[in-house]
């Protein structure tokens, strides 16, 4: 059994994880920041990244304690080199590059979009590629086709704001503070989402791409109009999400299943007010030329005849999979897909070192490791 250090410092949460091959959690430490960045109502780049330097290198002391190991028993270590607040993540993969000096052992630069899309694989060693993947987070909203480490088929990506990051703009506008996305669930709980006629941006547009900002617009006139109980318009904002979410992932489910050549990537030609790297064509994608992998769908994910096998789950990952309403919707809608269903655990939904770990071992698995002049990467596409 192979045994990885995984480090975590993309936002504002440090982590370090020890994770064996075999899927046994040997440690795991976390801090998260949430009083630092409490008064600022979200997340400081600079304080994030000061904190990192305070708190990582105690917490994987803190790690190798627990599981009774030094760095020496260790068999390469894995760290987020982005996407994420560039400070943070520079602060966890120079610490990576400096243990891995040290220590003689093999560096893996995680990318942390791979650390949520194969973490559900950590907790479910049955989940086999390939499957449909829906990645929400504070910074990503995207439909992927998962056919393997390092071979990824954006399908949908959002044309502005995350669906986290909706969360969280919401319950800026509702008072609630920092963190967002758990607030508001804990508030919609009690309120009617019917009571608050909110709009649901590009339902039923025929690409599976997302929209969110007009949703938070409508959210804060909501909010201003001083008609509506704060719970009634946290309830329907979040069953706007869900609807959104549920729409989108039927449109590239039925794309996925109608079309000879299913798999589509984004289109090369952007919407009207599209950033051109949110909508990336997938034969730019850098995860794969780094990785060495053409993106073929013959080497994994096939009957063995070079047709491409219609993904068997649906999966949902990042820290909004920790939302139970939309964890339910989903549920149903790989049931009425005839699809098993895989939400990792809550605390795996959220950002962690564990997935970061679980990820630098899938990479190990295949020989794949890093030069120590690896950069570290502000954004970097799945
Ligand atoms: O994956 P993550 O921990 O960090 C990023 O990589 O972005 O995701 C954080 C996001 C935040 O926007 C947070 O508000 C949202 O996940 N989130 C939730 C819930 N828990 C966390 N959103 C909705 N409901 C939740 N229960
Ligand atoms: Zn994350």
Redesign the pocket.
Known sequence: MAIILGIES????SAAALIGSDRTILAHRLAGQEDAHRPYGGVVPEIAARAHVQTLTPLIEAALNDAGMSLGDVDAIAATAGP?LIGGVMVGLVTAKALAMAAGKPLIAVN??EG?ALSPRLADAALEFPYMLLL?????CQILRVDGVGQYRRLATTIDD???????KT?KILGLGY????????LAKTGDPKAVPLPRPLLGSAEPHFSFAGLKSAVLRAAQSGMHRPEDIAAAF?QA?VDCLVDRLEKALSQSSSSPSPFVPSPSTPPVGVAQDKLQPLAEVEGRDRNGCDGSLDTLGTNGGGVPSKPKTLVV??????????RSALEALAARHDMGFVAPP?WL????AAMIGWAGAERFALGLTDPLDMPARPRWPL
């Open positions: 993309s936002c504002d949460e994420g942390h979009l949520h929400v987070s504070g910074g990503h995350a669906a986290g990051e909706a969360f969280d319950a963190p967002g996305g758990p607030r508001v669930e804990a979040q999400v990952a990042g820290g909004v999979a920790a939302n139970g309403a939309i809550l939904c959220t950002d962690n």
